[in-house]
T-cell receptor
Framework: IAGITQAPTSQILAAGRRMTLRCTQD?????MYWYRQDLGLGLRLIHY???????GKGEVPDGYSVSRANTDDFPLTLASAVPSQTSVYFC?????????????FGPGTRLTVL | AQSVTQLGSHVSVSEGALVLLRCNYS??????LFWYVQYPNQGLQLLLK??????LVKGINGFEAEFKKSETSFHLTKPSAHMSDAAEYFC???????????FGTGTRLTIIP
């Protein structure tokens, strides 16, 4: 593994189902992030984690939850998916949370909720 | 709260022509500014960043950007476009001590052969 991996690559999900998007990084970065990308809206921050054991809410957190049990993994869970959560989801990480460090992005998960 | 505005959701230039992608920011404190590029079906990767050192920042693939505080701008340029530059470009801003990166809505660059 080099960098950030996300799974699955794509998923079609029935509304009301629970779904967990997985994200793993091997760079030992402290900070991790989840974004959703929608046409015409750019990337919007869902949740973030400055370090293992801590999480925070971003711009669009409703309907999503995260956990950060260790440095490497940062799963995103949709407890009960709705069609408006159809999007491309990107996980990212950075060495620190001071704002000036580059964020490294995974390849994304394309989620369709029907 | 900080924000960025990217003027032009789509820009087309001829191969060999100047590339100019516009970004204006709004921040209550001196910002950190970034340009990221996204190739089709891929994640984002960093082109360049401004962190209060030199105002003219050089990045990868021949791109550069100039921080102009008086104009609150951080426009991205490249003297001569290549076909491989076709992608979506995102400007982003963060503040010192703030882990949250705010992205613009993106500009899709098309290169005309």
């Amino acid at each position: 593994i080099a960098g950030i991996t996300q799974a699955p690559t794509s998923q079609i999900l029935a509304a009301g189902r629970r779904m967990t998007l997985r994200c793993t990084q091997d760079m030992r970065h402290n900070a991790m992030y989840w974004y959703r990308q929608d046409l015409g809206l750019g990337l919007r921050l869902i949740h973030y984690s400055n370090t293992a054991g801590t999480t925070g809410k971003g711009e669009v957190p409703d309907g999503y939850s995260v956990s950060r049990a260790n440095t490497d993994d940062f799963p995103l869970t949709l407890a009960s998916a709705v069609p408006s959560q159809t999007s491309v989801y990107f996980c990212a990480s950075s060495d620190s949370s001071g704002g000036m460090d580059e964020q490294f992005f995974g390849p994304g998960t394309r989620l369709t909720v029907l | 709260a900080q924000s960025v505005t990217q003027l032009g959701s789509h820009v087309s230039v001829s191969e060999g022509a100047l590339v100019l992608l516009r970004c204006n920011y709004s921040s209550s404190v001196p910002p950190y500014l970034f340009w990221y590029v996204q190739y089709p079906n891929q994640g984002l990767q960093l082109l360049l960043k401004y962190t209060s050192a030199a105002t003219l920042v050089k990045g990868i693939n021949g791109f550069e950007a100039e921080f102009k505080k008086s104009e609150t701008s951080f426009h991205l340029t490249k003297p001569s476009a290549h076909m491989s530059d076709a992608a979506e470009y995102f400007c982003a801003v963060s503040d010192f001590g703030n882990e949250k990166l705010t992205f613009g809505t993106g500009t899709r660059l098309t290169i005309i052969p």
